[in-house]
């Protein structure tokens, strides 16, 4: 099976141009991110706070996490419930990048990842695939952009989906977890090194993609 993977920082497009990647390719888009913005909403719903490790360890057995792809879709579950558009706020944003500095939380999802990339051609998306998830992907690349950017590309994504906030606000919780992705303990955030780096910053969506589907077929061709 062949895998993408495609990492970088909150808010630099992952989502969008690797889903647009994959259904050029033909293949499934996994969306890693959301399994941890998931598990930051259960740990919310429960009254955990998602900044105390240990609680979010202990509690990780009453969490049932699964993806279903639904016409070339993703979805989040948990449990029976269809979480893919509760996790897509503000707020769940900052819980998974805390939950996502918990060694056990990163082992609890790391084999559910990997299963899904030995049984399907994928194009997969987060903070660690290339250096830790599929460290023998078939292209890697490093999505970014300024965090400016992508605090107003992230405003209009919100602002699509019904939530109303400030600019300011975005832009620092994108920082904020920029801070936290590249200094927590457990693979951290960082560029592979046998990733192409990508910085879209100025550069349009239709840009951006016809870069990437450039890239990655031309590792994928080597």
Do not use: W
Not at 1 to 27: C, N, Q, V
Not at 111 to 117: E, K, P, S, Y
Not at 190 to 214: H, W
């Amino acid at each position: 099976m062949i895998a993408i993977a495609i990492d970088g920082p909150g808010g630099a497009g992952k989502s969008t141009m690797a889903r647009a990647l994959a259904k050029e390719l033909g293949y499934i888009y996994v969306d890693t991110g959301a399994l941890y913005r998931a598990i930051g909403l259960y740990m919310r719903r429960k009254g955990i706070p998602t900044t105390d490790f240990a609680a979010v360890a202990g509690n990780l057995g009453g969490v049932e996490v699964r993806l279903a792809f639904r016409d070339g879709e993703q979805r989040v579950f948990l449990a029976e419930e269809d979480v893919s558009d509760a996790i897509r706020t503000q707020d769940i944003s900052i819980a998974a990048s805390n939950v996502s500095a918990v060694p056990e939380v990163r082992a609890f999802l790391f084999d559910l990842q990997r299963d899904l990339a030995k049984k399907n051609h994928v194009v997969m998306d987060g903070r660690d695939i290339g250096t830790v998830v599929l460290p023998h992907a078939g292209a890697k690349v490093f999505l970014t952009a300024a965090p400016e950017a992508r605090a107003r590309r992230r405003l209009l994504e919100l602002k699509q989906r019904g939530q109303e906030t400030e600019l300011e606000t975005v832009l620092r919780d994108i920082v904020q977890r920029d801070e936290q992705d590249r200094n927590r303990a457990v693979a951290p955030l960082r560029q592979a090194e046998d990733a192409v780096l990508l910085d879209t910053t100025e550069l349009g969506l239709e840009e951006s993609l016809k870069a990437l589907i450039s890239l990655v077929k031309g590792r994928l061709a080597q």
